[in-house]
C-alpha cells in the first residue's frame, strides 16, 4: 500500500520592522522610533549590529574604586554623597598611593582591565589634579587602564591628567537636557557638555552615559540617547545605569523601571553607537541573572566588576564569573581567582 507524503512548504517569513539609520545626526524622533519597535525586532537588531562590531562578543571587566567619599556639594538627586540629603555616607579624604595600588592590583588580580577612580567633587582644585596624576600614573604602572571621574575640568586640568597616564574620563549627561533640571540644580547642561569637550581636546577617550528611572518620560530617554549618539565622536564607553533608590535622596521613591524599558535602551545605546563599548552599569543588583542577559543579547559588553559600586551595591565578583561562565560570554574570570581581598570588595561604580 502506497503512503502519501505531503511536500514540505517552508514559512514563509516576514520582513522584520526596522529603523533606519539617519544620513546626518540621530533625531529625537529616529530614536523614538527605535524604541517603540517591537522588543523581539529590537533585539535582533540591537544584537545584528554587535555581531558586526564586536565579533569576539567579549565582556570588558571594570572596577571602580571609590577614592575620595562624600561631602559633595552639587544637589544630583540621585546621588547618596550630596552634602544636602542625609544618606549615612560621611565625607572623607582622599585615599593614598599605597590603598589605592593595592585595590588595583587585587582588582587585576581578579581579572578587570580597567580601574576606574571616582571622587565626590564638584570640580577638583589643581591640587587635587596633582593627586590624582600621582595615583593615575600608580595604576598605569600595573598595567591596567586608567579611568576617573572627579567632576567638571578646566582644560588645563585635562592635559594634566591626559600628561599623568589617564585614558578614559566619565563624566556622564545623566538625562535628556530638557529633564536636567529636575534631577540637579547646581549646575547647567552645558556645564556637563564643556567638561566632555576640555577631555576630548586633551586627547582623552570619553565615558559618558546616563541614568534610567529617574521619572523621565519616554522621550527623555530618547532624548539622553541623541545626545550622546550626536557628540563627535560618540563616547568611546556608554555607561547605562538603572537608578539605584537610595533613602534620603529626593529620588529614593521613584518609580522602579521596567527591566524590558531598561534592555530597550541598552538595544538602541548599541544600534546607534555601534562601535562604544555600552557598559551595563549601576542597579545589576536588582535585575536578577535573567534581565542581564538579555542587557547582553541587547548589546551590553560592558560591565563594573566587584561587590560596591562607589556606595552602592552590585553583584560579588563571583556571581558575575558565574553569570559569564553560564552564557559562555569571554571575560569571566578563571577559577584560581576567584577569591576577592579585602581591598577589592572596597572598590566599587559611578
Excluded at 297 to 319: E, H, R, W
Aim: glycine share 8%; aromatic share 6%.
Amino acid at each position: 500500500m502506497s503512503t502519501a507524503i505531503a511536500s514540505f512548504q517552508p514559512v514563509q517569513l516576514h520582513r522584520r520592522p526596522t529603523a533606519a539609520a539617519p544620513s546626518g545626526p540621530w533625531t529625537v524622533e529616529a530614536i523614538q522610533k527605535l524604541l517603540d519597535l517591537p522588543f523581539m525586532d529590537l533585539l535582533f537588531q540591537a544584537q545584528t549590529v554587535h555581531r558586526a562590531h564586536w565579533p569576539a562578543g567579549d565582556v570588558e571587566l571594570a572596577t571602580l574604586l571609590s577614592v575620595k567619599t562624600g561631602g559633595c556639594p552639587e544637589n544630583c538627586g540621585y546621588c547618596p554623597q550630596s552634602a544636602e540629603f542625609d544618606t549615612g555616607v560621611k565625607a572623607e579624604k582622599l585615599m593614598g598611593v599605597d590603598e589605592v595600588l593595592a585595590a588595583a592590583q587585587a582588582a587585576k588580580d581578579a581579572g578587570a582591565t580597567r580601574f576606574c577612580m571616582g571622587a565626590a567633587w564638584r570640580a577638583p582644585k589643581d591640587r587635587d589634579i596633582e593627586k590624582m596624576g600621582e595615583l593615575i600614573g600608580a595604576v598605569k604602572g600595573l598595567g591596567l587602564q586608567t579611568c576617573a571621574t572627579l567632576g567638571m575640568l578646566e582644560s588645563h586640568q585635562a592635559v594634566a591628567l591626559k600628561d599623568a597616564g589617564l585614558d578614559y574620563y566619565n563624566h556622564n549627561l545623566d538625562t535628556a537636557p530638557e529633564y536636567y533640571t529636575d534631577v540637579v540644580s547646581t549646575r547647567q547642561y552645558q556645564d556637563r557638555l564643556d567638561t566632555l569637550d576640555h577631555v576630548r581636546s586633551a586627547g582623552i577617550s570619553v565615558c559618558c552615559g546616563g541614568i534610567i528611572g529617574m521619572g523621565e518620560a519616554p522621550v527623555h530617554r530618547a532624548g539622553l540617547i541623541a545626545q550622546l549618539a550626536n557628540l563627535d565622536p560618540y563616547p568611546e564607553s556608554v555607561p547605562i545605569n538603572s537608578l539605584v533608590r537610595v533613602p534620603g535622596t529626593p529620588l529614593a521613591d521613584s518609580d522602579p523601571v521596567d527591566p524590558f524599558d531598561f534592555v530597550r535602551v541598552i538595544a538602541v545605546a548599541r544600534i546607534t553607537m555601534p562601535r562604544a563599548r555600552v557598559r551595563l552599569s549601576a542597579g545589576r543588583l536588582q535585575m536578577g541573572d535573567a534581565v542581564q542577559a538579555l542587557c547582553f543579547l541587547a548589546g551590553a559588553n560592558s560591565i563594573f566588576y566587584g561587590d560596591k559600586l562607589l556606595v552602592t551595591g552590585n553583584p560579588d565578583a563571583d556571581a558575575d564569573a558565574q553569570l559569564l561562565a553560564r552564557l559562555g560570554l569571554p571575560g569571566h574570570r578563571t577559577a584560581a581567582s576567584a577569591e576577592a581581598s579585602p581591598a577589592q570588595r572596597a572598590s566599587g561604580c559611578c
